[in-house]
């Protein structure tokens, strides 16, 4: 008999538990309760929440995408070569990656992360890259971790070819 996934990531709807959601970051908990559904109301971003199958709706972590653009000159060089000469680059950024303080430590950072990926890489609208903006060291550790590269301009900020995401999947 298979076991069930411990999460199920949606799109953030009004059944589910805000108000109890608690991470280490007061910003990130504060956006979620306070200004996430106005966001996803006024299509500034797509909010998905991982709900833990045993509870009841209650977000165990979350994350938001909207589309993008970055300067072509903020790539690394050997990057940019690649591609057309268009003042910018469309991408999908990452706003936010939060997980609750209860779930730390279990990989759901890593699993919403590539749950974001793949939901990059099948869209259908163009997109170069997604891309973040790390909140602190070890945020960015996190994403080089996962293959991330660094913006010599803006060394918070890296990004990952969705290229490399339609060659694994």
Known sequence: MSKAAPFRVALLDSSHDRASFDSDSEALNRYLRQQATQDVRRRITACFVAVASDEDQRIAGYYTLASSSVLLEDLPAATGKKLPRYPSVPVVRMGRLAVATKWKGAGLGAALLADALRRAARAEIAAYALVVDAKDD????????????????????????????????
């Open 138 to 169: 070890a945020a960015a550790a996190f994403y080089r971790h996962h293959g991330f590269m660094v913006m010599p301009s803006t060394p918070a900020t890296l990004f990952l070819p969705l290229s490399t995401i339609k060659e694994l999947t």
